[in-house]
């Protein structure tokens, strides 16, 4: 190999293209900007100094900016089937779904935690607990479990006891997608369209008869029908999260209470009974 003389060029070290396009962002807006990473990075405050707090931080925060996300979409779809606009509701009904999904794998990572490393910092979590998440009680209540005690917990925050009221008062995502069917001509009794939307929906025979009829002539009713499989998928996924949750939970805690003075896994069995769609899942024994 031939070796470089004195008049030989200084070999220059390649640089990546992106850092010769970017590398002053005195006055433009960086990667770190725009997602106000600063703030964002210092929300993780551990109040202990075991290890695997920080585990259990970041799992219930990144669910919560998911759950932001879930809310964004189901007021958007939710208005798009009062208006009548299917396909963007169907967008984002999907997208919920996938969102369920992350959720669900979230519950994975978490449950690299044992028994042993939890009881290490769960002193340090005081009253804290999951079930006071407002932005899960928002999803409910936009899905229709509708509890007006659910505000108790949050007392002591007007804005969200404001928020959480005006959810629970507000029409459901299924209640728009019962509406729907009375537009299209479907006989739902007025019982059902006129009933308090601060309390859950309870299945009632108007209903399954609409949603029996367009599963059984789904080229006639095709996009109600649509409508009909991504509810059924929506909360399919949910029931998912939820079961998750509970196993979760019962791995790492076993059977004792909640942080928040919940009965624990107790609670969270109760809830895999609940069902947001119940005609489209009664249906399906008579098809």
Known sequence: MKKPTLAS???RRARHPAAE???DFSRS???GDYLALDRLLACQQPRSAEHDELLFIIIHQATELWMKLVLHELRHATAQLRAGDLQPAFKGLARVSRIQAQLIQSWDVLSTMTPADYS???AALGQSSGFQSYQYRLIEFALGNKNAEMLAPHRHRPEIVAALQSALA???LYDEAIALLA??????DDAVLARDRTRPHRAHPSVKAAWLEIYRDTARHWDLYELAEELVDLEDWFQ???FRHMTTVTRIIGMKRGTGGTAGVAYLRHALDIRFFPELWDLRTEL
Not at 183 to 188: E, Y
């Open 9 to 11: 060029p200084p070999t």
């Open 21 to 23: 396009a970017h590398v």
């Open 29 to 31: 807006m960086s990667y």
């Open 120 to 122: 290490r910092f769960r």
């Open 170 to 172: 507000a029409p459901s």
């Open 183 to 188: 537009r299209r001509g479907f006989a739902i």
């Open 240 to 242: 998912q999260w939820r």
